[in-house]
């Protein structure tokens, strides 16, 4: 598998389940009730319980590091990953990600978008350094 500059990334759908962001925002210990009480959220002007930034940053790393443990090897390491949250990722919604290698060499520069219906849920960008 290759880490030169234009390679994409197979794209990753997974599917947002009410469990799935009541649960990793209690596992990130995000309290906030938009993230798991509808009445509370649709209170605050939302359509419904959204996504917490630390469960999308933990999703954009497993998505970079699973490329990573193909195209590398097991022995890399994530230096860090710069992210801008966009459309909220609702339940009975898909996050979908993609992306790129804008970078190669001793660091690997991957370029990730997180969609959803509404539009790009995230963009990061995740740097990949072999140990």
Known sequence: MSTATGTTLPAWELPLTPT????TAIATRDFQDVHHDRDLAQGHGSKDIFMNI???TGLVQRYVGE???DAIGPDFRIAGCALRLGAPAYPGDTLTFSG???????LTVI????AVSL????NAQVTVVAR
């Open 20 to 23: 799935l962001i009541v649960s």
């Open 54 to 56: 630390l469960t999308t």
């Open 67 to 69: 490329w990573a443990r």
């Open 100 to 106: 790129s290698v804008t970078e190669s060499g001793e």
């Open 111 to 114: 370029d990730v978008v997180g």
């Open 119 to 122: 539009g790009n849920h995230v």
